[in-house]
């Protein structure tokens, strides 16, 4: 893949967004709901339903329904995407207001330094301007995490607590009411996200807000237990294939279907400029693996990193607006051995790095020993570790050993230190686990790390299905999902053979958002089973195109069923192709109901019980059912 | 879709069968244990694996893996398929061994006599011949579970026995000491399957094996907690669309990736001979719904059936050799009220039937008042039933409730019943369930119905994904084989939109696949991890055709492969294409691997603890970690 590298125009111009991701979804419009002051406007999105037609001839009307969304203002049409100038900063004046962070006469990194005074990557920069980055003040900590300690409300956690209400107060009591109350394994979530409910969460280190002082376009979220489960999807060039207008793509793409952050795990060329297109352009937030890019700096070889190198990295991607970081401090050199005899060693990407520099120096990892001064950065700019866990199983055969342990031990030891320093914290986990484990690990975190979201990769449930990956993990996201977990970072259908393409990642996605909702479910979210109750009566009522509105994935509910009932008059049909116009459950179902209304259940029983009375007999002397 | 009517011939001609069909998968063959009588020999698939290439430059061997094998004959090159003669009679003379039935002069069926004799017929029926049928003698009971209780191991129980096994008896011991022992629930899976194990759990009611005398076609095979976790796959034409050829290739399609049984639930024209083309065809167990086909003999109109119609019915199928019975007999009259303020009604097409037919009558499900008429007739042929769950729920808000368990307890009582007379009993299970409402369901089965195998349809653990209710469904299939359920029966993308196409068939027994395996993984059958070893073995090794020869579809691994690295050389490089080739961690682990072996890993745990201790001092000089 080569990029344009004539003029500055090709750049922006090449970048061709997919018009599903620059329109609502049919039948949905963006909405916003106003805060406590005018700048904060959460975005939702309502899906208009149709009427209920009663067998009596009247109508019923059915409520919109209020979903999270993710897809920032692409999905408005009312807003002009210009990619070349970035989304709106919504964040700006808020970070300026508190006063506590001041704009640096030029960037920090040395890395970002030369690639700004590089003519030759003239025509790769953002468009607009690279924005003179925002630093905390000296003596300052501007974490989210910092403010709620003090008490603080800031508007990124009243933004959050509207954005996780979905608008639950405007429904009618009958609404909530019809709803499993689930088995939430010790998790909390109020019937109602108050804004001070954030901030205590934020407080007790039980969710993260990641949100950089310089990702000022980021519209905020939460991670945790107690809030809605969350989706991570990746992407990144590799030194194979892929370029910096299709990672833009990809991610506008992703946050269409869902995603709720995005981990840009660039391995290639011009890793540095693809990340300022993707920031400046990217309501969600970005997290990425820092060492990935230090590498690069030292031309692939693990050996030759220093400590200097990753400084410096950090500090460039942190002045960019990176919201996470991952960091793979609990890779200690005394774990290093225990994976020597594992089925499949060492296959996170951070992890093997820092192995082999372990080993190559007979040093602790430079990571762990440097910690504290990597707290120092995120403290400036506030951004959130996301603690990898970089001696995850690889396999069925190594999950739950003692390496990967003996990591989480670490994790939960860095968690606390970090926490002391009022940074936020996100633990990462696994990876390929049977069943039957999934849950010692989750609970085996809460314990470590005291309740610090929990943040894992599937877990693939088997190894055996190459090419179905996103499915042998759903099943393991939904159930750690329900234990706890508090994101689940997505698997595509090309997870250990390729590059996932566009189909892919939207499979992927989709795949996860179940996960994540199942969970929801489960644990007894009061908001999650709205929808499912909307799409069930939608589906009881033959209302077609209700269900679609209602689905994960709207376009290839409608395209699916117009296989086989193309006609739009199939739409309204009182039947569905599986049975065919003379024979429908649901059909006869609604007789049934007909039937007991006219008559009244109190008669229908009686009716019934009368009838089993004359039966009784009958029925021993048969001899049809012998016992009871 | 229009059937050929001219001739004979084009019938059979026009079933074309997928070439993927008649072909073993890459680097496999068919294999056949053969058992104690040379009649008894159980295909399996021999998966061939290339060498190691160790970094010493010398070479290790990796033994073949023998996985089980539903794809029948077709996958046998040396045989040669003929859809107009049927596959080989494998059962025919153990049929006739035992002595105890006889060839009936004609079928007994009204329906099938009035269909035989019907000349514009002609063209449709099984090219062939129609088989005379067979049924017990007077006063015998032909069944599996008959044979069982008397302690005759019968030649389908040793052939069952092998093919469980799949040569687990040829691995060495270190193979099957890589694994995890996992948690069962109170299942007991023996280490090696012997025939009277197979016996005993027949005997007990704990595993059914569906094996109609007249389905001489049959490869048998087992259902019960205490074996694999067993997946079906629906066909079947319906009033709008389908025709007998392609219903015929949807089986073989089906078999070819991994169902164990095939339902044929055709509501549409030409049921009888569908069924005939069908089971003529098959190795696997085929099931049906016989309340189905009666309702098409009464135009559609519930109330209009009669005992004397489903009888002629259930006659008519079981000469014909369908193996299974769905029958909702469980679905009282008085539970029928209790399904009215439900939020979906009566979603199970067999259950609506009934309810309807009990309101119009006033009168208690003849099914339930004629079970014994029924086990009479499954005792006569071994069909064993599949009690259906008429009132399982149809949506999440529905799930658990009164009129679910009520069915559910008198299921139980049904099989008691049956058990009884003898006849094999399997029980039908839900549907759409929150994850955390699961393990009721399958606890509460285990008691009501004393371990009779469990068979559930997903289930669905949301409503808001149509189009990808494979995925909603196969997190909760997963879930329920891991606490016991036997056979799941799979939901492909088009649930609740449209009819399945062949790519949609596929997809939704591979996730099928994936559930039972993960199920299998979980419960720690003695076997299933050696698959995912050999797979993660594979991986580690960058043996990129062993990945494919050994997942669940070879076809779409290697496809899904080539589509980012085609070249034929990629497939035997030390790198992969999500990292590229100056960067692997895969490599980086070998490197750390073949570090370790130099050093000897004592030696390195020796210097790693040295270097701990030289770094101690610095470590809390310089604070990195506060404290420990």
């Not at 009411?177 to 001070?196: D, L, M």
């Not at 929808?531 to 509910?557: C, I, T, V, Y």
Request: net charge negative; hydrophobic share 35%.
């Amino acid at each position: 893949m080569s990029v344009p590298s004539q003029t500055i125009a090709p750049l922006g111009e090449s970048i061709q967004l997919d018009t599903t991701t620059l329109t609502p979804f049919p039948n949905s419009r963006k909405i916003y709901v106003e805060g406590s002051r005018p700048d904060i406007r959460v975005p939702l999105r309502e899906i208009q339903l149709s009427d209920t037609h009663l067998s009596t001839g009247q109508t019923e009307t059915n409520s919109p329904i209020t979903v999270y969304d993710s897809s920032g203002v692409y999905s408005d049409p009312s807003v002009t995407i210009d990619v070349c100038q970035g989304i709106p900063p919504v964040r700006a004046q808020w970070i300026i207001e508190r006063g506590d962070t001041e704009v640096l006469p030029q960037v920090s990194s040395n890395y970002g330094k030369n690639r700004l005074n590089d003519p030759r990557l003239e025509n790769l920069r953002f468009a607009h301007q690279i924005r003179t980055p925002r630093k905390a003040k000296a003596g300052h900590n501007v974490t989210q995490l910092h403010y709620a300690r003090k008490g603080i409300i800031t508007p990124e956690m009243e933004y959050i607590a509207i954005r996780e209400n979905q608008r639950l107060e405007t429904l009618r009591e009958t609404d909530l009411k019809n709803r499993h109350t689930g088995e939430s394994f010790g998790a909390s979530i109020p019937k109602i996200i108050t804004p001070e409910f954030v901030r205590a969460e934020v407080a007790r280190g039980r969710a993260i807000i990641p949100a950089n002082i310089n990702h000022t376009e980021l519209e905020p979220m939460i991670i945790g237990r107690n809030f809605l489960v969350k989706v991570n999807a990746n992407i990144g060039n590799s030194a194979t294939t892929s370029s910096i207008a299709e990672e833009v793509e990809k991610m506008v793409w992703s946050i269409r279907w869902g995603a709720d952050t995005v981990m840009d795990l660039s391995t290639g060329k011009h890793i540095h400029e693809t990340r300022e297109w993707i920031l400046r352009n990217s309501p969600v937030p970005i997290g990425t693996v820092p060492i990935y890019q230090a590498l690069e700096k030292v031309d692939g070889k693990a050996e030759e990193l220093t400590w200097e190198i990753f400084r410096d990295t950090l500090i460039e991607q942190a002045e960019q607006g990176v919201d996470y970081f991952t960091i793979h401090a609990g890779v200690r050199l005394a774990y290093v051995p225990l994976t020597a005899k594992r089925l499949t060693g060492i296959v996170s990407r951070g992890g093997a790095i820092m192995a082999k520099w372990c080993l190559a120096h007979h040093q602790e990892n430079f990571l762990y020993t440097h910690f504290a001064d990597i707290c120092e950065i995120m403290q400036a700019y506030d951004i959130s570790f996301s603690l990898g866990d970089g001696l995850r199983p690889g396999s069925i055969a190594d999950a739950n050993d003692a390496a990967q342990f003996a990591e989480l031990e670490t994790l939960g030891e860095l968690t606390r230190y970090a926490w002391q320093q009022d940074v936020q914290v996100m633990v990462e986990g696994p990876g390929h686990v049977p069943l039957h484990l999934i849950k010692e690990n989750m609970d085996k975190q809460l314990k470590e790390c005291d309740e610090a979201p929990f943040y894992t990769l599937g877990p693939l449930t088997t190894d055996i299905a190459p090419g179905y990956d996103h499915i042998t993990s759903g099943i393991g996201a939904a159930m750690i999902g329900w234990y706890g977990c508090a994101m689940l970072c997505y698997v595509t259908p090309k997870e250990h053979l390729g590059l996932p393409n566009k189909h892919d990642v939207r499979e992927g996605i989709v795949t996860y958002k179940i996960a994540a909702h199942a969970a929801d479910l489960a644990k007894g979210h009061p908001s999650a089973q709205i929808r499912d109750n909307a799409m069930s009566k939608a589906r009881f009522e033959f209302r077609w195109e209700d269900q679609f509105s209602l689905g994960l994935d709207p376009l290839k509910a409608r395209e699916f069923h117009d296989e086989t009932l193309p006609k739009e008059s199939a739409k309204v049909a009182h039947f569905c192709s599986m049975c065919g116009p003379h024979f429908c459950s649901m059909k006869i179902t609604q007789d049934v109901r007909d039937y007991a209304q006219n008559k009244g259940i109190a008669d229908v029983k009686i009716a019934v019980e009368t009838g089993l009375a004359e039966k009784a007999e009958e029925f021993t002397t048969q001899g049809a059912v012998i016992y009871r």
